[in-house]
């Protein structure tokens, strides 16, 4: 059998180029595809493609066509889930559970949301008084930005392109997108979507390639790039920060996190534990939100370590189609490397191991894949760098603590701020606590329930910006303020 080629989508047509790089399965180590890699010839091809589309019929057509077409892409996705639900699980190893119900649903929805809400939004109009008592009218209209480079990471590589792509396709600008090398089929079936959807050449534009020296750099350096969404590590935001400062673009970041969840002695213990299970292992801890410092009230501070290392170790790693499936393997043997140190540096810090730390023994072809083991670790101080540096894997450390100022200022002493989970049958201390911590969104009793309307971003090294509902418009869109003397 041929392995297949993912191509590149520039001006309304797939191409492929000199240099193939290889796209690998994290469950077995097998070969899933090989990609093709975007040089600078490329990389300006598609920019020039988008800038020549901007100023043609996409940002001319009237709103309602344009969210006609994105219902168009969600259908597409729709008709064909089955073959985004097996790319997606591929290329990430997740189990089949994730992919068919929260990927590509959301990957769906995404259009659908703000194709709706684009619709909805109005802007800001001020009736102004003038001395000759004639007044002034002034109003607000949102203009497209233009070109806009579009970066996104492989944890959730459907999702998260999508919700950059609908608003800023919403909005009527042009796109040159770049999924993570570890993730490239969804993004190129999306390709093949917004093709058949009828969206005209040159509005959307796919790229596939690296970071640094390679396709990505090309992009965010790319002098006719009008502004940068990207989701991804922290030191690739400041990165990409430094490289788009010469031409002063716009940026949205949504970058790392080192999230706390806080369970009180008033917690419902099970939906904590429940909670917690969520929001340590889902994903195999690869999701920016997931819980890695987890701090307990004293009194409980045993109970749940003991319950918390029992469900760990119940976790299953199986194949992706099976049912029983719900801990998938890291993205890749590289980045199971960085989790394995990870583990070892808690360990000569002092960390206490309560299960897990190593890597699942299997007899069959899994052996060759990027699989770590649920592991929880107690027993380190802040400074330990398991606190303070995020992982990305699933693994969680939990500490005790007694009064709720202390664990206020304990999870606000982090360089990172993006999510914090809060679990409390008191929702007078769940409000006093939420408003105290330095971080971007916190859920009380639940976790990663998102409501598409919302803010959603980080503080500190987790971000610039919100994204989500109106926050989403506001960065795909240039307000421009008309004032008429009457
Ligand atoms: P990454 O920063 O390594 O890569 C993300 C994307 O940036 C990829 O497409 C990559 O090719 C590209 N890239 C890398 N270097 C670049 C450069 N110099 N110039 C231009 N592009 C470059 O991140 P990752 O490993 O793919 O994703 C995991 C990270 O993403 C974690 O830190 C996680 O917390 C973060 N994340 C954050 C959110 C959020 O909403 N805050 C969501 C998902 C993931
Ligand atoms: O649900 C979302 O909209 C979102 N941006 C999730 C981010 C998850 C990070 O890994």
Redesign the pocket.
């Known amino acids: 059998m041929t392995t297949k080629t993912h191509k590149n989508y520039i001006a309304g047509e797939f191409i492929s180029s000199d240099h193939l790089f290889d796209n690998i399965n994290p469950i077995d180590g097998s070969l899933i595809s090989r990609v093709a890699e975007a040089d600078q010839a490329m990389v300006d091809n598609a920019v020039l493609a988008a800038v020549k589309a901007s100023s043609g019929e996409w940002s001319a057509i009237s709103l309602s066509e344009r969210c006609k077409v994105l219902r168009k892409i969600a259908d597409g996705i729709d008709a064909r889930f089955d073959e985004f639900v097996e790319a997606e699980i591929a290329d990430t190893g997740k189990p089949y559970e994730h992919a068919s119900k929260i990927d590509i649903p959301r990957g769906a929805e995404n259009f659908r949301f703000f194709s709706d809400l684009a619709k909805t939004v109005s802007t800001e109009c001020f009736e102004m008084d003038t001395p000759d008592g004639n007044g002034a009218l002034n109003y607000a209209i949102r203009k497209p930005m233009g070109v806009i480079a579009v970066?996104?990471?492989?944890?959730?590589p459907l999702l998260?392109l999508t919700w950059k792509l609908a608003p800023a396709l919403a909005m009527g600008n042009c796109i040159v997108a770049?999924?993570?090398?570890?993730t490239p089929s969804t993004a190129t079936l999306l390709a093949e979507v917004i093709h058949d959807a009828g969206v005209p050449p040159g509005v959307f534009n796919l790229l596939h390639?690296?970071?640094?020296n390679s396709t990505?750099?090309y992009?965010?350096k790319h002098e006719d790039i009008d502004a940068i969404t990207?989701?991804?590590?922290?030191?690739?935001?400041s990165?990409?920060m430094r490289?788009a400062a010469k031409d002063v673009k716009s940026l949205s970041f949504?970058?790392?996190?080192k999230n706390a969840a806080i369970i009180f002695e008033d917690a419902d213990f099970e939906a904590a534990i429940e909670g917690t299970m969520k929001s340590v292992f889902s994903n195999c801890g690869?999701?920016?939100l997931c819980s890695e410092r987890v701090y307990v009230h004293e009194s409980l501070f045993e109970k749940f370590v003991l319950e918390l290392k029992k469900r760990a170790e119940m976790l299953v790693e199986n194949w992706p189609e099976g049912q029983s499936m719900n801990l998938g393997p890291l993205i890749s043997q590289e980045h199971r490397k960085k989790v394995l140190d990870c583990f070892n540096r808690a360990i000569n810090e002092g960390g206490k191991l309560i299960t897990g730390g190593g890597v699942p023994k299997f007899s069959d072809t899994r052996k060759a894949g990027s699989w770590v083991e649920p592991t929880i670790f107690t027993g380190l101080g802040e400074e330990a760098s398991l606190l303070t540096d995020?992982v990305?894997g699933p693994v969680c450390h939990i500490s005790p603590f007694s009064a709720e100022n202390e664990v206020i200022d304990t999870v606000n002493s982090t360089k990172y701020g993006?999510a914090a989970a809060i679990w409390t049958k008191d929702l007078q201390k769940g409000h006093r606590v939420s408003k105290q911590l330095e971080v971007g969104v916190v859920w009380v009793n639940t976790w990663f329930l998102r409501d598409l309307r919302t803010p959603?971003?980080?503080i500190k090294l987790?971000?610039i910006g919100r994204e989500g509902g109106l926050h989403s418009l506001d960065f795909y869109s240039e307000l421009t303020n008309i004032c008429i003397k009457l």
């Open positions: 970066i996104a990471p492989w944890n959730l998260l770049k999924p993570s090398e570890e390639g690296f970071g640094p990505g750099e992009l965010t990207f989701t991804g590590e922290s030191a690739t935001g990165e990409i490289v949504e970058l790392g996190g690869q999701v920016c995020e990305f993006l959603f971003g980080g987790s971000g």
